[in-house]
């Protein structure tokens, strides 16, 4: 029988509504996500926030509302703004890197809603809200995000969001929950010293170098699954040879949640977004991944993994 691969909410549904918005959460778990996922960052006050960015500028008007707030690099830093001054943000689409234009032109106009920052507590009370409300449970999938920084500016941010998890009933491995993050040490250390039951995984970005064995034996020593970025898997298209990088994870006991998947973002190629599914899901066989789009996921994954009776 097939395993049925899991969904998660790639900052919500982020290609439909803005980014980490609470209205985007509530979207995509109407979507049929079994997964939301919350980036979380600090704030100067020490409140911990659903934001993919250490920095505001791309996708709020932080320029405009405190100009001359900036570092001396020219950027917005959330960790040198008070949770106040945070909420008076309005978030929008995300921007090219350089420049004013929207990073993905069809989606979600300016100006067309008013969205703010919600905090890591706000967003878990809103979750468990959905669930009791619709009777449908879904899962959460946070990250923290730059921890080693974050110690450098003078806050833990690893062992605060596990309290905060602690304390809206997330603690043991068969908990709705995986907690991720891109620094092996930071990992390592929440499982060692502070006791962490909860599924971890180990993310791996595009720019890593070739995932060993050896590599994947380490990781399964202190995390429950991988989370790759899509190209370290499979670059070159639908015919070209993948990586035996999850059939690798798979022997290590890993499981393998892949980003990102977005339908007006395809790896060269990939002609649709199903032939893309059809390649990670089916010939792959991927246990879950992150996707802009989790209408379209579910879908498809309810057509093809369908529920066991």
């Known amino acids: 029988m097939k395993v049925r691969p899991i969904v998660i909410a790639h900052r919500g549904a982020s290609g439909y509504l803005p980014e980490h918005t609470l209205a985007g959460k509530a979207l995509a778990f109407g979507m049929g996500a079994d997964y939301l996922e919350q980036d979380v960052v ?34 917005f830093y959330c960790i040198d703004f008070d949770l106040e001054e945070i909420r008076t943000l309005t978030v929008g689409e995300r921007r090219v890197s350089q420049g004013s234009g929207p990073r993905y032109p069809g989606r979600f106009p300016d100006g067309a809603g008013r969205f703010g920052i919600p905090t890591l507590e706000e967003e878990l009370r809103f979750v ?27 806050i833990d941010i690893g062992p605060m969001v596990l309290e905060m998890l602690a304390k809206h009933g997330y603690v043991a491995p068969e908990h709705a929950a995986f907690v991720q993050c891109f620094e092996p040490p930071e990992l390592e250390r929440l499982r060692q010293d502070y006791g962490c039951r909860l599924r971890l995984v180990q993310l791996l970005d595009s720019h890593a170098d070739a995932v060993s064995v050896d590599d994947l034996a380490r990781i399964a020593g202190y995390a429950n699954a991988i989370g790759p970025s899509i190209n370290l898997i499979c670059s070159g298209g639908p015919n070209s040879t993948p990586s035996s990088l999850v059939s690798d994870a798979h022997a290590q006991g890993l499981a393998v949640h892949p980003y990102t998947f977005r339908k007006d973002d395809l790896p060269a190629g990939i002609r649709d977004f199903d032939a893309l599914l059809d390649l990670f899901l089916k010939r792959l066989a991927v246990d879950g991944l992150f996707t802009d789009f989790p209408d379209l996921a579910a879908h498809y994954v309810a057509r093809h993994f369908p529920a066991a009776l």
């Open 42 to 75: 600090a704030t100067r006050d020490r409140q911990l926030i659903v934001f993919h960015d250490l920095t505001l500028e791309q996708v709020t008007d932080i320029a405009i509302r405190y100009p001359g707030r900036a570092r001396d690099d020219g950027r």
């Open 128 to 154: 468990v809200g959905l669930i009791r409300s619709t009777g449908r449970n879904v899962g959460i999938y946070p990250e923290i995000k730059n921890p080693a920084w974050h110690r450098e500016e003078g």
